[in-house]
């Protein structure tokens, strides 16, 4: 090759993001950069990168090879010799890539910076995947100290992984500070590396600690939000910048148990740099106080502050603050009683009585006062969406049967509660209390089949097959109810009537059909007809070459020994 000290245009680079160890980024020839280069020149790289993007890496070295050779003098030399390496790397031939990275750094270095960057990522690429990681970072050490490589697209992963490095050799400052040029210099160009770099940037500069560290990697990257922002005004007053920095600290504070002078330190220095800020907003003094506490370790002095904070801003009829200091006391039995003597629940709002609700849920042993303040909302207020997405999903889980049926009696629809209630007791598998609800429901029209659907579950959970059946039937939900008649029969140990039920299925229902002729299969396992089991999987392979159930009839067939093909159906 000649000529290589000549200058070449620097071609617009596109590039298009995916993910690895170490990500893996593909640089691109730009559309408005192929349209410069001859016709038959164009034709030719085009065909190469098919190839490419096809993954036929072996082909495309050779046509990117083909290219260079042909066109010694083309703006796309650099491309093409990247883009041959890459091919060479993809197919593990990390050695023969170095060399092609190598030519572009020597000869591009100057007239086409942003290829000759990329080769040099790619370099440290080749050594991270042959597992050096010394000559890795040796590559990308050197694009992080030069200033226009550093600024590169694929720099920015490069960095990442450098920073990774330098904190698993205890480099801790060296570490943040390229987190911290990741995080500022990627903060729109390439929001994934850099939202990562800002989050472990955050994590060790609050763990540090170091809140002027903390408070320039706010300002740098116009905050810590999903999207850069203006900030405007003093960071001191910036309650958003003191958000992020309280819940920082919460995230970060958690220490062993070898570990207390460093966690009181921790929260000493948290502690103090909250301290004279903001004396009327109650979260925020919340936590400090929380701060103090931790390693003070000083439950009266903590009690002492809270009640300071709440009196200092206390105003009447402020229910919902009342509420709020409730929550925090909650295990502390007097402090508890004596803010609640403040309620009047009358005019307290439904949302803060929830909150309060779950508050006492939450709390081991404290569910009596949660049934208390259950009683004290005004369910005929709150909507019947709310009372089952939120209310009855909270109680579900809590198991509380009493709960449970005053709120969904308590459904302006009555039948939409009736229905939540037979679903609840359907999965505490309350056969019970479960079938009544089913009985009513099913002389409802609009729950009728749904209803006795249900009824089938209550009744199949019990063991009581037979009625499970006919209940199943009677509900025409097929071919869901098919199944379960399936799976009756299979546990009565009527296996033929069950092969016979789930061969219906599969004749008549196609988009269940793989799955039947499955089950039909599992069923001939658990009767021991293996035979029949072996039938079936090879039918499985023949009727429904593209399912799932293909793949796992596949496996099954070759673990066991067995020749796989042979088109045998299982009925055969």
Request: proline share 1%; with cysteine; hydrophobic share 35%.
């Amino acid at each position: 090759m000649t000529n290589r000290s000549m200058p070449f245009a620097c071609a617009v680079l596109c590039l298009a993001a995916a993910c690895g160890g170490a990500r893996a980024q593909e640089v691109d020839y730009a559309q408005e950069a192929y349209q410069k280069l001859d016709s038959f020149e164009a034709h030719k790289l085009r065909s190469a990168d098919k190839l490419f993007e096809k993954k036929d890496f072996k082909q495309a070295a050779a046509a990117y090879e083909s290219f260079v050779k042909e066109f010694e003098q083309s703006k796309a030399l650099a491309y093409a010799l990247i883009r041959k390496g890459r091919s060479l790397q993809q197919s593990n031939n990390r050695f023969a890539a170095l060399k092609e990275y190598v030519e572009v750094t020597d000869y591009f270095i100057n007239t086409d910076p942003a290829y000759a960057a990329a080769a040099m990522y790619y370099s440290g690429l080749c050594h991270w995947d042959n597992g050096d990681r010394d000559k890795a970072m040796g590559f990308w050490g050197k694009m992080a100290q030069d200033k226009q490589f550093s600024r590169h697209f694929l720099a920015a992963g490069a960095l990442n992984r450098l920073a990774d490095w330098y904190a698993g050799r205890k480099e801790a400052d060296r570490a943040l500070q390229t987190y911290h040029q990741v995080a500022v210099t990627f903060r729109q160009s390439n929001e994934q590396e850099a939202r990562e770099a800002m989050a472990k940037a955050i994590g060790m500069y609050t763990r540090k600690p170091d809140e002027a560290g903390l408070r320039k990697l706010f300002t740098d990257t116009g905050g810590f939000e999903h999207h850069p922002r203006k900030l405007e005004g003093e960071i001191e007053t910036d309650r958003k910048y003191w958000s992020e920095v309280r819940e920082a600290v919460k995230k970060h504070g958690a220490f062993e148990k070898d570990q207390t002078e460093l966690m009181n330190h921790y929260y000493r220095y948290w502690a103090q740099a909250l301290e004279g800020k903001f004396a009327a907003w109650d979260d925020f003094q919340i936590d400090r106080i929380a701060f103090i506490r931790a390693y003070e370790n000083d439950t009266a002095k903590w009690i002492e502050r809270l009640d300071e904070q709440f009196e200092k801003q206390n105003k009447q009829d402020d229910y919902a603050r009342i509420v709020k200091w409730i929550i925090l006391y909650v295990g502390h039995d007097a402090k508890v009683d004596a803010y609640y003597q403040k309620l009047d629940f009358a005019k307290t709002k439904n949302e803060d009585i929830f909150e309060l609700m779950k508050a006492f849920y939450n709390v081991k042993g404290q569910e009596a006062r949660g049934q208390n303040v259950l009683q004290k909302m005004r369910l005929e207020q709150l909507s019947d969406d709310f009372k089952h997405q939120q209310l009855s999903g909270f109680l579900w889980h809590k198991g509380d049967d009493d709960a449970m049926v005053r709120v969904c009696q308590s459904f302006k629809d009555a039948n939409k509660g009736k229905a939540r209630l037979l679903d609840y007791y359907y999965h505490r598998q309350n056969t019970e209390k479960g079938l009544p609800l089913a009985n009513e429901l099913a002389a409802e029209a609009d729950y009728a089949g749904w209803a006795l659907y249900r009824k089938g579950e209550l009744l199949k959970q019990a063991g009581k097959h037979d009625e499970a059946i006919a209940a199943y039937r009677q509900s025409d939900q097929q071919p869901g109810s098919l199944f379960r008649i399936a799976e009756c029969y299979q546990a009565k140990g009527q296996h033929q009537q069950a092969v016979s039920q789930l061969t219906e299925i599969e004749n008549f229902f196609k988009e269940q059909a793989s799955e039947a002729l499955w089950r039909i299969a599992q069923v001939h396992k658990s009767a021991g007809n293996e035979k029949q089991y072996v039938a079936s999987l090879r039918g499985l392979m023949s009727k429904y070459p593209k399912s799932g159930q293909s793949t796992y009839a596949h496996d099954i067939l070759e673990k066991m020994g067995l020749k796989i093909g042979g088109g045998v159906h299982a009925n055969e």
